[in-house]
């Protein structure tokens, strides 16, 4: 019960990043790039307390960790710009398909070959990603908010593939963290017209279910099998898609939940086949990044 609450409460917090977001950018109580900044700060501040409690070597002057650092400025930049169009639900859709839709697809490239299962549940994926994205009526994705959450995603994408075997993995992202604030700060500045309300969603996002939800999440992952690892993350745009109608009165058109079905449904198809290699859609374990 107590691995089932605790699961739970990481799943919530990865959501509550699109909430969160959301409620401050398109609230007017943060610039997209400020908030970015404030979330990454709080965010490596947090991390970095915990390495220091747990009293492990923090690996900050290592080459992979410059990549690490870019990938993830790519993601922050790109999921904060997102959210100025974006409703909550339908940005962290679109950012979970495209993120395991590419992992898949890395893993196809340079790994064994994709089971027939894995192949059709990554295209059923794509076809529900396409529907999200594909501009028209019915309260679909506007395509510039789309646009720079499908940069969030490959940028997420690419910093989970980079991320893999690397010893720890609460460390490593400490790391990455910390190191990219200066990447940040070089292209936000200094944070500028900022609520009060725009500070404290910021330091929420960033330090709460930013860098405690990885935390749990680190400390929860060793528990779970690879295959529940996986599909419990499927779990994350659904929440987000409630917490948005929920808490900032988002609709929930028809279409949105046609999508989301087709996507969580094709994702939990491939991720649960018995042949998917690790490393594809549920990297090992100790290396599995969370979904933001």
Same mark, same amino acid.
């Given at each position: 019960?107590?691995? =089932?609450?605790?699961?739970?409460?990481?799943m919530?917090?990865?959501?509550?990043?699109?909430? @969160?977001?959301?409620?401050?950018?398109?609230?007017?109580?943060?610039?997209?790039?400020?908030?970015?900044?404030?979330?990454?700060?709080?965010?490596?501040?947090? /991390? *970095?307390?915990?390495? @220091?409690?747990?009293?492990?070597?923090?690996?900050?002057? !290592?080459?992979r960790r410059?990549?690490?650092?870019?990938?993830?400025?790519?993601? +922050? =930049?790109?999921?904060?710009?997102?959210? =100025?169009?974006?409703?909550?639900?339908?940005?962290?859709?679109?950012l979970?398909?495209?993120?395991?839709?590419?992992?898949?697809?890395?893993?196809?490239?340079?790994?064994?070959?994709?089971?027939?299962?894995?192949?059709?549940?990554?295209?059923?994926?794509?076809?529900?990603?396409?529907?999200?994205? *594909?501009?028209?009526?019915?309260? !679909?994705a506007?395509?510039?908010?789309?646009?720079? +959450?499908?940069?969030?995603?490959?940028? *997420?994408?690419?910093?989970?593939?980079?991320?893999?075997?690397?010893?720890?993995?609460?460390?490593?992202?400490?790391?990455?963290?910390?190191?990219?604030?200066?990447?940040? /700060? /070089?292209?936000?500045?200094?944070?500028?017209?900022?609520?009060?309300?725009?500070?404290?969603?910021?330091?929420?996002?960033?330090?709460?279910?930013?860098?405690?939800?990885?935390?749990? *999440?680190?400390?929860?992952?060793?528990?779970?099998?690879?295959?529940?690892?996986?599909?419990?993350?499927?779990?994350?745009?659904?929440?987000?898609?409630?917490?948005?109608?929920?808490?900032?009165?988002?609709?929930?058109?028809? =279409?949105?939940?046609?999508?989301?079905?087709?996507?969580?449904?094709?994702?939990? @198809?491939?991720?649960?086949?018995?042949?998917?290699?690790?490393?594809?859609?549920?990297?090992?374990?100790?290396d599995?990044?969370?979904?933001?």
């Amino acid at each position: 019960m107590r691995l =089932i609450l605790l699961t739970c409460a990481t799943m919530t917090a990865f959501a509550a990043n699109s909430v @969160l977001t959301r409620m401050a950018v398109d609230g007017g109580h943060i610039g997209p790039t400020d908030f970015a900044l404030l979330r990454v700060l709080s965010g490596a501040l947090v /991390l *970095w307390l915990i390495v @220091l409690a747990r009293r492990t070597p923090l690996p900050l002057f !290592r080459m992979r960790r410059l990549t690490g650092a870019l990938s993830l400025t790519v993601y +922050m =930049i790109g999921f904060s710009l997102a959210y =100025i169009t974006l409703d909550a639900g339908l940005g962290a859709l679109i950012l979970f398909g495209v993120v395991q839709i590419s992992m898949f697809l890395h893993g196809a490239v340079t790994g064994t070959g994709p089971s027939k299962r894995q192949i059709a549940g990554a295209s059923v994926a794509f076809c529900g990603l396409m529907l999200a994205l *594909w501009p028209g009526p019915g309260g !679909r994705a506007d395509p510039t908010g789309a646009l720079f +959450m499908v940069i969030a995603g490959l940028g *997420w994408a690419a910093y989970t593939i980079g991320g893999r075997a690397r010893g720890d993995p609460l460390a490593a992202t400490g790391a990455n963290f910390i190191l990219c604030f200066p990447a940040l /700060l /070089l292209i936000a500045g200094l944070p500028g017209d900022v609520t009060p309300t725009g500070w404290i969603l910021a330091v929420l996002c960033g330090g709460l279910t930013s860098g405690l939800g990885y935390a749990l *999440w680190y400390r929860v992952l060793p528990q779970l099998q690879q295959s529940v690892a996986a599909v419990v993350q499927l779990s994350v745009p659904v929440i987000a898609i409630a917490g948005g109608a929920a808490l900032l009165r988002e609709p929930v058109p028809l =279409i949105v939940v046609l999508a989301a079905v087709l996507v969580l449904s094709g994702i939990a @198809l491939a991720v649960t086949s018995r042949s998917s290699q690790a490393g594809h859609i549920a990297p090992r374990p100790t290396d599995q990044k969370p979904d933001p």
